[in-house]
């Protein structure tokens, strides 16, 4: 009886020191496998032990991101840390490998430069099988220049595809004053430079076109023309989508003339290469349709100076309905 009761006892014992030993076999993680390509070299993981390539730097440029002039890359070349690390690309597009030499990667991705450095190392036969790795850290190429009447003009990064309206928004959108059309000039030979004007952006255009790095984006003014003398609302008007104003429109911004103004006596006044010059205009007929209206461009100065007939005759009426007034109430009291 005592010995089944101690055998029991000893049963009893195992389990308890096996659930322990079963808990820690369940959470112990399941065998990893790793599969090697080719080229691929010991990387020691710090984690799991396992050997493998190089974790990639987590600023690592896009894909589709072209390599430019004074762009900072870093090379990694498996098994080879003296042939490896960072290297600013020239202004020709090169970069200045140890052993290597210089190897051109302006215009490539960092996958397409990585074949081009295995290419090198290959040809000069120092690696037998090499594995390159290329990151891009900096982007000093991948920039557009916006300039103009904008909010925030500047050189600002630009990475992957981004859009013209993107572009825009990044500099604060168009100042108050911009003009409509906006011109995009693409990297390349600035005495033939590809030029590509857009129309009137302040809607959604119907072009809105991929912009790419190193371009440049110039937003000019917008026209200004200038009313000047007895009008409502004397002042500097914009020129809408930088084309000419037309005067009947232009005067409809002013407020139009007073009652006062002396319509036969108006004039323009436009600067041209040669100077300026004065140009008369019968705004009274052009109001009543018996005359074509103007087009007025930028820096355009309308001047319609008050009349002194039409002021004399108003003070006179004027002061005669005060006297008249002033007679009525001496009447009546």
């Known amino acids: 009886m005592r010995r089944n009761a101690f055998a029991a006892g000893r049963l009893l014992l195992g389990l308890l020191l096996l659930v322990p030993a079963a808990l820690c076999w369940a959470q112990s993680p399941p065998p990893v496998t790793v599969t090697l390509g080719a080229g691929a070299v010991s990387g020691v993981s710090a984690q799991s ?11 690592a ?15 990694s070349v498996f098994d080879a840390p003296d ?5 600013r690309v020239s202004d020709g ?21 990585a074949r081009q450095i295995e290419a090198r190392l290959k040809q000069l036969d120092i690696v037998k099988s090499p594995g390159v790795e290329v990151f891009i850290l900096e982007y000093a190429s991948q920039g ?40 995009i000039q693409h990297r390349g030979d600035y005495d033939h430079p590809q030029v590509v004007t857009i129309d009137n952006v302040t809607v959604m255009p119907t072009s809105n076109p991929v912009v ?13 023309v200038y009313v000047v003398g007895d009008v409502g609302h004397p002042g500097g008007f914009l020129v809408e989508n930088n084309n000419r104003l037309d005067l009947l429109k232009l005067l409809a911004l002013a407020g139009g003339p007073n009652r006062t103004a002396g319509l036969n006596k108006t004039r323009l006044i436009r600067t041209t290469p040669t100077g300026r ?5 019968a705004l009274k007929k052009v109001m009543e349709g018996k005359s074509q209206s103007l087009m007025l461009q930028d820096s355009d100065i309308l001047y319609i100076p008050a009349s002194e007939g039409k002021y004399l005759t108003y003070r006179g009426i004027e002061a005669a309905i005060q006297v008249a007034t002033g007679v009525a109430l001496y009447r009546e009291f």
Do not use: C, H, W
């Open 49 to 59: 032990g396992i050997d493998g390539p190089a974790a990639a730097p987590a600023d």
């Open 83 to 87: 042939l490896s690390g960072r290297f």
């Open 144 to 183: 557009v220049t916006i300039m103009g009447d904008v909010k925030a003009p500047g050189v600002y990064p630009i990475l992957g595809n981004r859009r013209l309206m993107d572009v825009l928004a990044s500099a604060g959108g168009l100042a108050v004053t911009a003009g409509k059309d906006v011109r």
């Open 277 to 281: 010059v004065e140009i008369d205009i």
């Open 212 to 224: 790419q790095s190193g371009d440049t984006i110039t937003v000019p003014r917008s026209g200004v």
């Open 93 to 113: 597009g090169n970069i200045d490998l140890p052993v290597t030499g210089q190897v051109t990667v302006v215009n490539l991705d960092a996958e397409t430069a």
């Open 61 to 75: 440029a896009p894909s589709n991101v072209r390599i430019g002039p004074g762009d900072l890359v870093e090379v």
